[in-house]
């Protein structure tokens, strides 16, 4: 029978599950998650476990935070007086926006906090400081 092997573009459902058994992410009842094995469109760990499986078989796994989006850092949490922002913007808590950073990439902050005259924006990434709890399938192998 056939496996997964690197260079392969595979298809995978999967759900994702925070420590609580809280679940961040499903592709259940949606298309599948496609990738490439080996090109780090997907977590290491989540594309190393789907590496040798066979079509319709099924694997669980655990990304400890330090592997998955790392550790919150308090650094990226930042207050910015609301008179930066473009006048036609009404801020709203959990509203994201787009920044580009000093060396030209783009991030995506989310506001926290909002007061008379600032705002707070996080820079984290959502899952930052969450450790990932994956139950995958692989469905196909491209």
Known sequence: MKTAKIGDAVKVHYTGKLNDDQIFDSSEGKNPLEFTI????VLKKFEDSVEGLSIGEETKIFIPAAEAYGDRQENLI????KDRLPETLT????MRLQTQTADGNVMVVKI???A?????IDANHELAGQDLHFDIK?????
């Open 91 to 94: 801020p709203e808590i959990g």
């Open 112 to 114: 926290t906090e909002i």
């Open 78 to 81: 930042v207050k910015l007086p």
């Open 116 to 120: 008379y005259d600032d705002i707070t």
């Open 38 to 41: 080996g090109q780090n469109q």
């Open 138 to 142: 692989l469905v196909e192998i491209v």
